[in-house]
């Protein structure tokens, strides 16, 4: 039998899932200071618990217990969990993602197992990149899959100096950043599949790529106001969203027109006798 988290369940599991989360940047951000590094370990992996118990919750709340023919309170591994996400989920973390959560379950062992040693710049570097990846594959997940923008419960001076920090530790993400300002680019948008703003805006009909993820995207021009915007597919009769709206209730009102009239005429037929 299929049961899934209720709406109420689920936002108390992102509520927590968000509290982790942004505990987890704050704590990157001082980086400088190994306690900080450690925190930020332990609030980031229990985000991504909390994420990955959200989004499989919300498919069947079975396959969260250890044993799914045994009905239980408690919540099976994450390796489980992440096997049973393969397994019966069209989804699943993309590999970077995969291999950053299975270093930080190490490091989260090591801690809790007093373990935990930073030898030197080089290997707190490392971990660094995993954690700035890891934080930045599940705004991504969180935002496609559960609804969820992890930005937006940043205040706005963490969020600009987390994307500072990856600047520092995502070479991909400042490679990126880096092409914009050669080409020039004076206005970038949001990627719809990875979130980055690396996707440079032209005022003309063309076809332009995510430089971050590279994927396609094409500019078109609104046949209505003839305003140019971002498009994740080709449409030849392209409305942007403010003359799509437009429409929506033009269309809802000539609607409700209709029922008006068709009303006033039943009401002036002719009574039977």
């Known amino acids: 039998m299929i049961t899934q988290f209720s709406t109420q369940e689920k936002e108390v599991i992102l509520k927590n899932a968000v509290t982790s989360f942004v505990h987890g940047i704050e704590h990157l951000l001082d980086y400088k200071i190994e306690k900080n590094i450690k925190f930020s370990i332990l609030h980031t992996f229990n985000a991504v618990e909390l994420l990955l118990k959200a989004y499989i919750g919300s498919n069947n709340k079975v396959l969260l217990q250890p044993n ?3 009905n239980s309170d408690k919540n099976a591994d994450i390796s ?8 019966f989920s069209a989804v699943q973390f993309n590999d970077d993602l995969m291999k950053g959560i299975e270093v930080l379950r190490n490091k989260r062992n090591e801690i809790e197992h007093k373990k935990f040693i930073l030898t030197d710049k080089h290997d707190a570097k490392d971990v660094m990149i995993i954690l700035v990846r890891v934080v930045s594959g599940l705004i991504t997940f969180s935002h496609e899959y559960l609804a969820k923008d992890l930005t937006r419960e940043l205040p706005c001076e963490l969020e600009s100096r987390f994307n500072d920090l990856r600047l520092k530790f995502d070479v991909k993400f400042r490679v990126s950043i880096e092409r914009l300002k050669e080409k020039g680019v004076e206005v970038e948008m949001q990627c719809t599949k990875c979130f980055n703003i690396t996707v440079p805006f ?10 971050y993820c590279n994927e396609l995207h094409y500019i ?3 046949i209505s106001c003839k305003k140019f915007e971002v498009s994740h597919f080709f ?3 392209f409305y942007c969203k403010e003359c799509s709206m437009n429409l929506d209730n033009e269309g809802q009102d000539y609607a409700d027109m209709i029922e008006v009239d068709r009303q006033i005429s039943e009401n002036e037929l002719p009574q039977e006798y």
Do not use: S
């Open 80 to 87: 489980i969990l992440l096997e049973r996400m393969e397994n």
């Open 220 to 222: 078109l021009r609104c």
């Open 235 to 237: 449409d030849q009769q």
């Open 68 to 70: 799914i023919d045994k």
């Open 202 to 211: 032209l005022e003309k009909e063309c076809k332009v790529q995510c430089f």
